[in-house]
């Protein structure tokens, strides 16, 4: 029988690779999104989680010139469980999307919040049919701000390409 403290590394442990398959679904997620989406790597920016309590949500590098990988860009959030990662899409010389992935695991497969604060949709990330009801809710969505004008229906901001305020 384990001790109360056995029975604590074990919780830890749990914690600790459930925050680990998280991360990995987000970089399947991402990947799969890109391809899905046929974006040409020229034409995608990520962006950092720079944390709850700053006045701009997500940042690129400090550096002028320089990019993130999903990998650099990609933030752990201790308050909701959740990765982070902020994608910008150039779509012209005169307009960007952004909107941020945020994957936590529930119940062995990914979380995927669109919108901050809406209930998850669960994600079997080895399943391209279900990666793609995301994919195709997120570019639905997307689509149809753009065609009402709309700045944030699922938390992206719709705005020209050299005034990004994500």
């Known amino acids: 029988m384990p001790t109360k403290y056995e029975e604590l590394c074990t919780a830890s442990k749990e914690w600790t690779d459930r ?3 998280a991360q990995g679904y987000l970089y399947a997620l991402q990947k799969a999104f890109v391809a899905y989406s046929q974006i040409p790597p020229d034409r ?10 700053q006045p701009t949500k997500y940042a690129g590098p400090d550096e002028p010139g320089r990019k993130y990988s999903p ?16 994608l910008i899409l150039l779509l012209s010389a005169r307009s960007q999307i952004f909107f941020a992935f945020r994957v936590s695991e529930r119940n062995g497969k990914a979380a995927v919040e669109i919108r901050e604060g809406d209930a998850p949709l669960l994600v079997d990330v ?10 195709d809710a997120i570019l639905n969505q997307i689509k149809d701000a ?11 901001q719709v705005g020209k390409a050299d005034e990004a305020t994500a």
């Open 44 to 53: 995608i920016e990520y962006l950092k989680w720079a944390g709850p309590d």
């Open 126 to 135: 080895q399943n391209p049919g279900e990666c793609v009801t995301v994919f």
């Open 71 to 86: 990998v650099a860009a990609a933030q752990f959030d201790d308050e909701t469980g959740q990765w982070r990662l902020g």
């Open 19 to 21: 925050i680990a398959r």
């Open 146 to 156: 753009l065609r009402e004008g709309k700045g944030s229906i699922i938390g992206f």
